[in-house]
C-alpha cells in the first residue's frame, strides 16, 4: 500500500532548509523501515514536508505517522540546536497531517509531484 503524507511545521513558521530537508529525508526512512515501511520520495519546503510512503496492510498510518513526527522531531532538534529556536514552545510539526492512499493515482505521478517542491537552500 502507498500513501502520501504531508507535515506542516508548527504555525507554519520557516523552519527548515536544504540540510534539514535532506537529514529529514534520512530519519524518515530509517524510522520507515522500522515499520517494515518504504519510503520512496521525500521532499519540501520551508514550512512543511511530502512523503510518500510503501507500507504494509498491518501498519496503521496514524501509528506510523506518530512515530515520523515524533522521532524527526527529536533528532532535528538534538542536530540542529539552531533550527531548535524555530521550533514553537518545543514543537516542530502542527499536531495535524495530510494522509492519501495513492490506489488509484500511478505513484509515478504522486512522485513527481514530491519532485517538483521548492526545496530551500
Same mark, same amino acid.
Given at each position: 500500500? $502507498? =500513501? %502520501? +503524507?504531508?507535515?506542516?511545521?508548527?504555525?507554519?513558521?520557516? /523552519?527548515?532548509?536544504?540540510?534539514?530537508?535532506?537529514?529529514?529525508?534520512?530519519?524518515?526512512?530509517?524510522?520507515?523501515?522500522?515499520?517494515?515501511?518504504?519510503?520512496?520520495?521525500?521532499?519540501?519546503?520551508?514550512? $512543511? =514536508? %511530502? +512523503?510518500?510512503?510503501?507500507?504494509?496492510?498491518?501498519?496503521? /498510518?496514524?501509528?506510523?505517522?506518530?512515530?515520523?513526527?515524533?522521532?524527526?522531531?527529536?533528532?532535528?532538534?538534538?542536530?540542529?540546536?539552531?533550527?531548535?529556536?524555530?521550533?514553537?514552545?518545543?514543537?516542530?510539526?502542527?499536531?495535524?497531517?495530510?494522509?492519501?492512499?495513492?490506489?488509484?493515482?500511478?505513484?509515478?505521478?504522486?512522485?513527481?509531484?514530491?519532485?517538483?517542491?521548492?526545496?530551500?537552500?
Amino acid at each position: 500500500m $502507498h =500513501v %502520501h +503524507l504531508v507535515f506542516v511545521a508548527k504555525y507554519r513558521r520557516k /523552519v527548515f532548509d536544504g540540510d534539514a530537508i535532506d537529514r529529514l529525508r534520512i530519519i524518515f526512512a530509517k524510522t520507515s523501515a522500522d515499520f517494515d515501511a518504504r519510503l520512496i520520495e521525500m521532499d519540501g519546503e520551508d514550512d $512543511h =514536508v %511530502h +512523503l510518500l510512503v510503501e507500507y504494509p496492510p498491518k501498519v496503521a /498510518v496514524s501509528n506510523l505517522v506518530n512515530s515520523l513526527k515524533g522521532v524527526s522531531s527529536r533528532l532535528l532538534r538534538k542536530e540542529r540546536p539552531d533550527i531548535q529556536k524555530r521550533y514553537w514552545k518545543g514543537a516542530l510539526w502542527s499536531p495535524s497531517y495530510f494522509a492519501s492512499s495513492c490506489g488509484g493515482a500511478p505513484i509515478s505521478i504522486v512522485r513527481q509531484y514530491i519532485e517538483q517542491q521548492q526545496t530551500p537552500h
